[in-house]
């Protein structure tokens, strides 16, 4: 079946600490994006990728790193910088940013507690 | 650029009564838009879409939309809740010339009461 799976469900981790989230799709779509949520906040875009080797900072970036080496991969590593890590973080991929071609398929997601 | 707005943070609806979300967008061009579901600690999950043609839109689960250009409105309505149909729904616009991600409203949680 094709997806977007999103690994460990749920991590913790001490202050401090780097952290990196996975994301993987098989669906072959060039799009990737994290997003961040926190309760009654919505959904905040923190990365986004549009092709290999090519990535964007979203809303929130400061304290998050990405790279996309391979078409299916787009980790997100959660720095010691950011200062609020614990959040439900969301991984989606989109076929491209155009018109109906922007319709994004989520994963499951990933809890991520800071102790 | 483009923008929505949700209204209503919290709505709460009695099982079997009419299910109202609204959903109004700011864009100068004609918008793609879409309307997605999030259950307790799960991702999102497309309800349903307007691209082109009809502007009534019939999604998953009993939803539907109308895409009303003069309003700039997009709301999701359901006939008669479930219990099931509690969990948090999301609005969500782009553009066909656009090279940026989907713009998302905040979100409202929908309660169910029995």
């Known amino acids: 079946d094709g997806g977007i799976t999103q690994s460990p469900k749920y991590l913790f981790r001490k202050e401090g600490q780097n952290v990196t989230l996975s994301c993987e799709q098989n669906?072959?779509?060039?799009?990737m994006y994290w997003y961040r949520q926190d309760p009654g906040q919505g959904l905040r875009l923190i990365y986004y990728s549009q092709i290999v080797n090519d990535f964007q900072k979203g809303d929130i970036a400061e304290g998050y790193s990405v790279s996309r080496e391979k078409k299916e991969s787009f980790p997100l590593t959660v720095t010691s910088a950011q200062k609020n890590p614990t959040a439900f973080y969301l991984c989606?991929?989109?076929?491209?940013?155009?018109?109906?071609?922007?319709?994004?398929?989520f994963g499951p997601g990933t809890r991520l507690t800071v102790l | 650029a483009q923008s929505v707005t949700q209204l209503g943070s919290h709505v709460s609806v009695s099982e079997g009564a009419l299910v109202l979300l609204r959903c109004n967008y700011s864009s100068s061009v004609p918008p793609y838009l879409f309307w997605y579901v999030q259950y307790p600690n799960q991702g999102l999950q497309l309800l349903l879409k307007?691209?082109?043609?009809?502007?009534l839109v019939k999604g998953i689960n009993g939803f539907e939309a109308e895409f009303k250009k003069s309003e700039t409105s997009f709301h999701l309505t359901k006939p008669s809740a479930h219990m099931s149909d509690a969990a948090e729904y999301f609005c969500a616009v782009t553009l066909n010339s656009g090279n940026t991600p989907l713009v998302f409203g905040k979100g409202t949680r929908l309660s169910v009461i029995a």
């Open positions: 307007y691209t082109t043609g009809a502007t």
């Open positions: 669906l072959n779509h060039d799009a």
């Open positions: 989606a991929s989109s076929i491209d940013l155009a018109g109906p071609y922007n319709e994004q398929f």
